[in-house]
């Protein structure tokens, strides 16, 4: 369960049915109601780590590896973790491209130089999570919306099978079990 002190709160339209996430703004000239609403299933940060930011069980090991180390190398991890180095090289990249990682050069004293990793501080970390998973939620909520619309549209040209023909796209549609 969420430990934040004021929790965010799903409000419905009576009049429209329209939905909106932690805004009880006006909607059709009624004020929304709040309902309540429960998550299919609870989410854990690995589950949001995994699920919404790609982030694998590797690259979780990576992640704490740093966070104790400081600042590493992917050779320095790819040896304290026993991972093959161009795995944790591809998990660093993908951890700096998501925010969780910074990453800076070293210069080599023989020449050339090194890519130095290390964690971003927390809030930080918590700030850009929270943008992520934001945007992350507009777009899964521009699909289910998406999804409702190919629906109905399913429903009435329903050949009476339970199948719909081709949608607009050109791509069978939706098979929608009645």
């Not at 969780?100 to 809030?123: C, F, I, W």
Request: aromatic residues 6%; hydrophobic residues 35%.
């Amino acid at each position: 369960m969420s430990e934040r002190a004021t929790p965010r709160e799903v409000y419905e339209c009576g009049e429209c049915g329209g939905v909106s996430f932690g805004d009880a703004t006006a909607c059709c000239g009624e004020s929304m109601e709040s309902v309540e609403a429960e998550p299919v299933e609870h989410p854990d940060l690995a589950v949001v780590l995994r699920e919404v930011f790609g982030i694998s069980e590797t690259g979780l090991k990576v992640c704490l590896c740093l966070m104790e180390e400081g600042e590493s190398t992917a050779a320095e991890l790819a040896e304290r973790l026993g991972i093959d180095r161009s795995t944790v090289g591809r998990q660093v990249n993908h951890l700096t491209d998501v925010g969780v990682l910074d990453k800076r050069q070293r210069l080599l004293t023989d020449g050339g130089y090194v890519n130095v990793y290390s964690p971003v501080p927390v809030e930080e970390v918590r700030k850009r999570l929270t943008v992520g998973l934001y945007a992350w939620m507009d777009e899964a909520l521009d699909i289910v919306e998406h999804v409702n619309r190919e629906k109905l549209a399913a429903m009435t040209r329903a050949d009476g099978d339970g199948r719909a023909d081709e949608g607009e796209d050109g791509e069978a549609s939706i098979y929608w079990d009645g």
